[in-house]
């Protein structure tokens, strides 16, 4: 199967798009100079006011924009797509890389889960988990905005968090049967198991998932032992022994 359009695009760096040195409300923004449209509101005022209000975060279809800002145009016309010098300097302010991680923070938590490790990006399940898992499951928006946030933490070099959100739902699907409709599955093995640049990253992951697909137990256990290989080694795959002639 063909990968999406839009995958294919994200893959390729955008390859074709050109750069708008004179837009810059995403940089902006997220340096807290700019409010963002239609809510007037600095992302210092969403992250104070709108966390855990679901309704909020479930029906305010112009946020979402802004919070996770991707080289393609949304919904939101009033927000800007993301352009590639401010990537590069939204990468390398550190106030700003900790505003994003806030704002990952505030969705998962929308989401029912919670980082437990930001350098190796392992989740857990948050307290409401089981109310906010149902909503996931019954909104299916909320699929399109998890392939922007992904998308968005690659452009943001926090790419290493898409492998722990991923592999987080493949447990709870794998072991207990959690998040595990076929539109969500269909999202996940198409769209979000594709928003990884690392090539490696993607083919393990996906290895990974076509397994749990034909019945292997993907658990907790291996979860975060995935994580951790990546973090000291750089790689997710275990190391595979050498076989030496005597």
């Keep these: 199967m063909s990968l999406p359009r839009d995958i294919r695009?994200?893959?390729?760096?955008?390859?074709g798009q050109t750069?708008?040195?004179?837009?810059?409300?995403?940089?902006?923004?997220?340096?807290?100079?700019?409010r963002c449209q239609p809510d007037d509101l600095l992302i210092s005022e969403i992250h104070q006011s709108w966390r855990k209000d679901y309704d909020q975060?479930?029906?305010?279809?112009?946020?979402?924009?802004?919070?996770?800002?991707?080289?393609?145009?949304g919904m939101n016309f009033e927000a800007q797509a993301l352009q590639p010098h401010e990537?590069?300097?939204?990468?390398?302010d550190s106030d700003v890389i900790e505003r994003i991680k806030v704002s990952y923070e505030l969705m998962l938590d929308f989401y029912g889960m919670r980082l437990l490790n930001f350098?190796?990006?392992?989740?857990?399940?948050?307290?409401?988990?089981r109310t906010r898992y149902r909503n996931l499951l019954q909104a299916p928006h909320n699929n399109l905005r998890v392939t922007r946030i992904l998308k968005c933490l690659s452009e943001m070099?926090?790419?290493?968090?898409?492998?722990?959100?991923?592999?987080?739902?493949?447990?709870?699907?794998?072991?207990?049967?959690?998040?595990?409709?076929?539109?969500?599955?269909?999202?996940m093995d198409r769209w979000w198991a594709n928003c990884l640049r690392n090539g490696a990253d993607r083919e393990w992951i996906?290895?990974?998932?076509?397994?749990?697909?034909?019945?292997?137990?993907?658990?907790?256990?291996?979860?975060?032992?995935?994580?951790?290989?990546?973090k000291e080694s750089g790689s997710m795959a275990e190391a595979q022994l050498e076989c030496v002639d005597v």
Aim: glycine share 8%; net charge negative; charged share 25%.
């Design 206 to 230: 996906g290895l990974t998932i076509k397994k749990v697909r034909n019945g292997e137990i993907f658990s907790r256990e291996k979860y975060e032992a995935g994580l951790q290989r990546r």
């Design 57 to 73: 975060l479930e029906c305010n279809h112009g946020y979402i924009q802004w919070l996770f800002p991707i080289r393609e145009n």
């Design 9 to 15: 695009a994200f893959l390729s760096h955008y390859h």
């Design 119 to 129: 350098e190796t990006g392992l989740i857990g399940r948050s307290e409401g988990y």
């Design 157 to 187: 070099g926090l790419e290493h968090l898409n492998a722990g959100f991923l592999l987080h739902i493949l447990n709870e699907q794998s072991e207990h049967k959690q998040l595990n409709t076929s539109l969500l599955r269909d999202s």
């Design 19 to 34: 750069d708008d040195p004179q837009a810059s409300d995403n940089l902006l923004f997220y340096q807290n100079r700019l």
């Design 87 to 92: 990537a590069a300097a939204m990468k390398e």
